[in-house]
């Protein structure tokens, strides 16, 4: 089982930076990926970024590139979502996400068994 915790979320205005952080109770980082997840109101849930196991390659969002940045601390097991720039398009509420596997299980809601319960961003014009 693993457990997982984000944290980080807040209010901004539309301009602003937010770093949310996700903490694993447990984080094999060699035969797991990670991801975070982002949910709209009235929309379905999507794929931000993700981080393959081992090596940590990563894969963001084709909108989000040059924006978002995911990266991770493997002795403090610990996944970060650098938001800078943030956009009212960006609000919902952000959802932390792990499976053994590789980087593609963390891309597709589907595919992912581990869950946190998610970290409101708000971001006003």
């Known amino acids: 089982q693993v457990q997982l915790v984000e944290s980080g979320g807040g209010s901004v205005q539309a301009g602003g930076s937010l770093r949310l952080s996700c903490a694993a109770s447990?984080?094999?980082?060699?035969?797991?990926?990670m991801g975070w997840f982002r949910q709209a109101p009235g929309k379905e849930r999507e794929a931000v970024a993700a981080?393959?196991?081992?090596?940590?390659?990563?894969q963001m969002r084709d909108s989000l590139k040059g924006r978002f940045k995911i990266s991770r601390d493997i002795v403090k097991k610990t996944l970060y979502l650098q938001m800078n720039n943030l956009q009212p398009e960006d609000t919902g509420m952000y959802y932390c996400?792990?499976?053994?596997?590789?980087?593609?299980?963390?891309?597709?809601?589907?595919?992912?068994?581990?869950w946190g319960q998610g970290t409101q961003v708000t971001v006003s014009s």
């Open positions: 996400a792990a499976e053994f596997g590789p980087l593609r299980f963390c891309v597709s809601s589907s595919l992912v068994g581990y």
């Open positions: 447990t984080y094999t980082y060699s035969n797991a990926c």
């Open positions: 981080l393959a196991p081992r090596y940590g390659a990563t």
